[in-house]
């Protein structure tokens, strides 16, 4: 083993040999991480797949969750309400077949005096006001199922709300809590979660369109590792040649 070492120094492959085997460490390392992401996603989507198709549950129970583990995102969940129309707020968005439009949260009265901010769906540029679709205004007491969605902080490039032009543009629950009249003394705080619609049964004229929640997430974590393992082939490969090459030079004649 020392005749080994004795040979790549006088080969001047000390430096190399420690440079390449500090990056192959690295690429595995790397790779080796990717595929536990992939398992960590698998496993994600497996729960959101296996909640939102579940039997919808009470509000009480997710609320009795939330008090708990907080562990609620994408639970099925059962509401029952009236809906208060004139204070319904819209958060700029792209449909994939209809372009550009608007998700319209829609505050719910429970019986029980507790509001819940309902992601009623889609609506194109066109439709924004809601006199244009009157007939999707559904009155007095309504029964609808949907999804739990927690609130998210505003991301880097997101532009700020404009709530005094009713312009959302990310789910600002704070924001439009803050801007939709307050509930009547004494009453219970609101949810402290959103709930997009399911798209069934469909609103009448067919919007806001429901059912726009995203069920699937990027999973290319395989091709990561792959990709970081297919450098680590690639980085011995470049160093064999190369020291094969030194070694051969440095072979007394």
């Given at each position: ?146 999804l739990v969605r927690k609130p ?49 049964p469909a609103n009448p004229g ?48």
């Amino acid at each position: 083993m020392s005749a080994f070492f004795t040979r790549l120094r006088q080969a001047r492959l000390a430096g190399a040999t420690l440079a390449a085997l500090t990056g192959l460490a690295v690429l595995i390392g790397l790779g080796t991480w990717q595929m536990s992401r992939k398992a960590w996603k698998e496993g994600l989507l497996h729960q959101i797949a296996e909640r939102a198709h579940a039997e919808p549950m009470p509000l009480a129970e997710v609320l009795r969750r939330w008090q708990g583990s907080g562990d609620v995102e994408y639970l099925h969940v059962r509401l029952t309400g009236r809906f208060r129309h004139d204070e319904e707020r819209h958060v700029f968005t792209t449909d994939d077949k209809l372009g550009p439009g608007f998700h319209v949260y829609t505050p719910l009265e429970t019986p029980q005096g507790r509001m819940v901010l309902v992601n009623r769906g889609f609506v194109p540029a066109d439709l924004k006001e809601a006199a244009r679709r009157a007939a999707g205004q559904a009155s007095g007491e309504v029964t609808l199922t949907g999804l739990v969605r927690k609130p998210g902080p505003r991301t880097w490039f997101t532009p700020p709300s404009e709530p005094q032009r009713n312009m959302f543009y990310w789910p600002d629950y704070a924001g439009m809590l803050k801007s939709i009249a307050g509930s009547a003394p004494g009453a219970a705080p609101p949810v402290p979660f959103f709930v997009d619609a399911d798209a069934g049964p469909a609103n009448p004229g067919g919007f806001p369109k429901g059912g726009v929640t995203r069920l699937t997430l990027p999973n290319r974590h395989l091709e990561y590792a792959l990709t970081w393992y297919g450098l680590a082939l690639t980085l011995m490969g470049v160093y064999a040649v190369f020291a094969a090459g030194r070694l051969r030079a440095e072979r007394p004649m």
